[in-house]
């Protein structure tokens, strides 16, 4: 079993552990949810900078 945090990153800041690479997972399904719950831990936590620098790119191109 891998050493992780509640949101299943490991000790290097960026990558998570999901599924049965984990050690936690007992079937297909929860493998599947923990790779769900990883991804929404993403998009709330960076999720608002990476929307805030593509609209910022989609503008610029607008503009051109």
Do not use: M
Request: aromatic residues 10%; contains cysteine.
């Amino acid at each position: 079993e891998v050493e992780q945090d509640e949101y299943l990153q490991s000790r290097y800041p960026g990558l998570y552990i999901i599924g049965d690479g984990c050690g936690v997972t007992h079937s297909l399904s929860h493998a599947s949810a923990s790779g769900v719950y990883v991804a929404r831990h993403i998009l709330e936590s960076e999720g608002k900078a990476i929307l805030s620098q593509y609209l910022q790119l989609f503008i610029r191109r607008q503009r051109n």
